[in-house]
Every structure is written in C-alpha cells, then in structure tokens.
C-alpha cells in the first residue's frame, strides 16, 4: 500500500489551523476594504510569456512551469529512442552534484567531460553537447551556484540539469525528423504555461486586458495562492497565500503613505506590536550605481547596475564579505566597493540619513529623486496625524524584482526569524510589458503563511480565533432534541453561530465535544427545560450556569 505524502513544501491545514488563518485573512480584508480596495482574481496559471522577463533572472529560474497536456508529441519518436545510456544520465547528474560540492569547482568544465565520454559516444549527439551547454550555460551555471551555495539539494539539481537535458534531446530529436514525421512546428515547446509567481505581474496583465472596462485610479486587492520552485525552509514555502493590494493609474505618493497606514492597521488588529517597516526607493539604489560606475554598463556586462541590486538584496542573508566576494566576481572595483559600503553602512536617524544622501547624490539627479519621494512620503505621514513610529529607512534594502521603479517596502516582524511577512514597491513600467505604456502603479503584499509562523511562534492568536460554533445544543433525549431544533433556528436567525449535537449519547459526551471545538457556551435541554422555557444557558469556561429564557440569552450572546 502507497503511502501518502505531500510535495516538498506544501502543508495542510486542519480546523484549528484554518480558523486562525482566517482571522489573518478576514483581518487583511478588512482594512483593504476600508481603504477602498476592490476584489479581484486571477487564474493559477499564466502563460509563460506573461511571467518570464518580469522577475529578473533569478525569479524566472524559481517557476514553476507546466508541462503541456495530452498528445501533441505522438507523432514524434520520443527521446527515450536515443541510445540506452540516457536513462543513466541522472546517476550522472548525481555524481556531478558530489563531486562538484566536494572539489567546489569553479566552473561546470570538469562535469562536461564526465559526461561526454559516458553519453552518446559515437552517436552524432554527441557532437552537439557542446552546443547544447553554449546555449544553456547561463540556466547550468545558476543551478551549479545554487547547488554549491546550498540553496537546493544534490536531488534538487539532479532534477533540474536531467530535466534540462531532456529538454535538449527532445528538441533535438524534433530536428531530425523527416517532413513526413513532422506535423506540428518544429519550434513546439515541451511548457507554454506556468503558475502564478506573484499577483502582481497577473495584475498588470488583467488591467492591460480590461483597460476599458476599469475606472482609474484602479485600486485593487487580491488574495489567492502563488507558486515558486524555492528551496523548502522555515517561512519558506512552495506554495503560499498573498494578499495583495495596488492601485495603477496615478502616481501620487499618497498611495505610498496609505500602504504604511494600512500595513500599521493590519498588524494593530493582528496583535504585532514589535515590527519594523523598511523603506527605501530604487532612485536611491540607481544614484548608488552611478556612484559605482554601475549605472552605465549594459545589462550582462561586468559591473551592471542589475547585478549591484541582485547582490546587495543579499547583504542581510549572507553578510558584507560574502556581497563584497560576490561583487568582485561580477567585475566591481575596489573603489567601488568602498564607496558603496560607506553608504550602505551609515548608520543615524532617519533626517541624518536624508542629509546624508542629499549630499552625496549632489551630483546624481536619479537619486535627488529619490530621496525627495521618501521626504515626501514622511511628510504625507505627518498629514494623516501618523507618527513615523516602525518607520525605518534602509539604504541597503533593494528588494530582488527588477520591476520596481520608486519607493519600495519590507516589513519584518521583530524577535522571530522567519524574514520578511510582507513588501511591495512602485513599478511604473509594468503595465508597459503588455502594450500599456504609462501607467504607474504601486502596491504591496502580506505573505499569510509567513505571518501565521510568526504569530504562532509569539503565541498571538486570540482564543476566539479559533471558535467555530458559539453555542452547542445538548439533549437528554429525542423530544428535547426536537424541542432544541427550534431554539436552533432562532439562534441562527439572530445570526448566532451554533449547532446542535446530533447523537442521543451521554449529556457529558456532548460537553466534552463541546470543549474540544472551543465552544464557549452550551444549552442543556431535558423534559424540565421543554416544560418550562427555561434553558440550562452555561458558559464553558467559567462553568457558570443559569436558567434563562430565550431572549435573555440572545442579549449575553449579541
């Protein structure tokens, strides 16, 4: 007999753990509403080439992408016709990930000749190996870096760079097919569609799509599952709830100063006291590169402002020596490290931060730019009647998605280490990707299962959380059980949750299942109580019970 189990980074969720859950979402909901947000879905996937090219190079390599459905390849011979040896290429693999971990190679070299001479020797495969790695070498060295830097297993890999593989013999193997054999376009592709990354790239493209249906300022929240093939850990998850809310359509910094006001409300009705909400803006980070003659070089060269922003997202993962290490390899100077390092680091308040900066982009108008936004935002702040209170501006915060243009955030929850719970940012040229240029949009998003760790970690789940049923019916016997269907209905009608039990078993089985719900209030029904109207109205908790009428127990329950 099989013996189930979930995919690597899922859970379930029983009753209890739901019902807290759902007090984070309902909480989330509701100050979303407050804030004028409208609902929105979208579908689980997407095509591919509606979320590719959106999340950077490192985003991209996390999708999870959906093979496609039924028989579109058979008609063609499949790759497990080449020879014999391709069902042993991943032992191959295998023995690559191993040796490659233990001797810390440098480059992928080594493993290439391991595996020409074991594969397709004398098979004219064999001879395009090399083009197929010349190809695939960007996708092969990241994997071999996140295999050597721990971020996924030798399996993990093993899966990654055989599947990779196949993928080449398959394409291949279409190219050698006589015209007769082949019915469909030679340029088919094994994955057309993919899950849903984030909500906020889904978005773009529903506002693009329904341009002239919304009413902008368009102002929407989203709160549905997402997809990222990331390492398992802890607060970190395979599949996991967003809630997102954006607004597209103006570019006023009052929606910026509005997402720090609902983020200090949600976590006020959460019961998050200690937080931190870090700001920074990416006219900050791009007056930093210019500052390291990164601004310039273009994208894939050495010393590039995207490969500046990718390394320093890390700094509060992997430390200062091992960004410095990674910025080095990536064709940063040493001057230009010491000039990045000494405004990364400046420590102060928020204005010694502002004055600080105001200085030293005397000279770059981008980042002038961006530290007036933030000013700005504090200043909108001020307006509301807010406090700057878990307010924190990180010059270091840069945040990995390549679509943010302004001001962005990350909320972290203070004395746990679970990471962020929440961020967002502004993107002004999203919407552009799609064929809808000049929309500026901004939002953010809480991360549900990342919260729900926190506040369990920090015991912050109010008891009523947890309650389903505020009152349970017990009965002595079936006319006490008829007699307790109206008393029933009329709790429901007053839009009291309750329910009765439906077994005629042992008054003190029916409490203790009562207990085990967390049911705080219980009506005990015999002959007496039918007789008279008189109800046995007992709260769980205290024990104390009374004999009440109906109406009067409306009015403790309301």
């Not at 496609?68 to 011979?77: E, H, I, T, W």
């Not at 397709?120 to 010349?134: H, N, Q, R, T, V």
């Not at 954006?246 to 720090?260: P, R």
């Not at 009523?464 to 002595?476: P, T």
């Amino acid at each position: 007999m099989e013996k189930p189990t979930l995919p690597k980074g899922t859970r379930d969720f029983g009753p209890a753990q739901m019902a807290k859950r759902q007090f984070i979402l309902n909480t989330i909901r509701q100050v979303f509403q407050k804030y004028g947000f409208q609902p929105l879905e979208t579908p689980a996937m997407e095509n591919l080439t509606t979320l590719t090219g959106k999340y950077g190079v490192e985003g991209d390599q996390l999708l999870f992408k959906i093979l496609n459905s039924g028989d579109f390849l058979k008609n063609f011979k499949s790759y497990l016709m080449f020879p014999n040896e391709l069902s042993s290429s991943r032992s191959i693999f295998k023995d690559i990930a191993r040796e490659s971990k233990k001797q810390n190679f440098k480059t992928f070299d080594i493993c290439l000749k391991s595996l020409k001479i074991t594969l397709y020797k004398g098979d004219e495969i064999f001879e395009k190996i090399d083009e197929f790695y010349s190809q695939n070498s960007g996708v092969v060295e990241s994997v071999y870096r996140n295999l050597t830097e721990g971020f996924i297993s030798e399996e993990e890999f093993t899966d990654q760079i055989d599947l990779l593989f196949r993928n080449f013999a398959t394409q291949y193997l279409l190219k050698r097919l006589t015209p007769s054999e082949l019915v469909f376009n030679q340029s088919i592709s094994l994955s057309e569609k993919g899950l849903r990354y984030d909500l906020t790239v889904p978005f773009a493209r529903y506002v693009v799509m329904n341009r002239n249906e919304v009413t902008f300022p368009f102002k929407r929240y989203q709160i549905q599952p997402v997809w990222r093939a990331d390492r398992p850990q802890k607060g970190r998850y395979r599949e996991f709830y967003q809630c997102d809310a954006d607004v597209v359509g103006t570019d006023s910094l009052i929606c910026e100063a509005e997402i720090v006001l609902m983020i200090k409300e949600v976590f006020k009705g959460l019961g998050i006291a200690d937080f931190s909400i870090k700001i920074n803006h990416r006219g900050i980070l791009s007056g930093l590169a210019e500052l390291c003659a990164a601004k310039d070089q273009p994208a894939g060269q050495a010393g590039n402002e995207s490969s500046l922003f990718v390394a320093i997202d890390k700094l509060d993962k992997i430390g200062e020596e091992k960004v410095k290490e990674e910025l080095r390899s990536r064709g940063f100077s040493e001057t230009s490290l010491s000039t990045l390092f000494e405004i990364v680091n400046f420590k102060g308040t928020t204005q010694q931060k502002i004055e600080f900066l105001s200085n030293k982009f005397s000279t770059t108008p981008t980042g002038q730019k961006g530290v007036s936004d933030f000013k700005a935002v504090l200043n909108l702040l001020s307006g509301y009647g807010a406090t700057e209170e878990h307010v924190e501006f990180d010059i270091a915060l840069a945040r990995g998605l390549s679509y943010y243009t302004g001001c962005i955030f990350e909320v972290t929850i203070n004395n746990v280490s679970i990471g962020s719970v929440s961020g967002g940012g502004r993107y002004d040229n999203l919407t552009g990707v799609f064929g809808l240029p000049g929309v500026s949009g901004v939002g953010f998003s809480f991360g549900v299962d990342r919260l729900y760790d926190a506040m369990e970690e920090l015991k912050l789940f109010p008891q009523e959380a947890q309650i389903s049923s505020k009152v349970l019916i017990a009965h002595f016997d079936a006319e006490s059980q008829r007699y307790g269907l109206k008393v029933l209905q009329t709790l429901r009608a007053n839009g009291i949750a309750s329910e009765i039990y439906p077994d005629s078993v042992k008054i003190q089985k029916q409490l203790d299942y009562a207990n085990k719900k967390l049911v705080p209030y219980s009506i005990v029904i015999g002959s007496e109580e039918v007789k008279s109207g008189l109800l046995a109205f007992k709260n769980m908790k205290t024990g104390e019970q009374t004999k009440s009428g109906i109406d009067d127990i409306l009015k403790t329950l309301k």
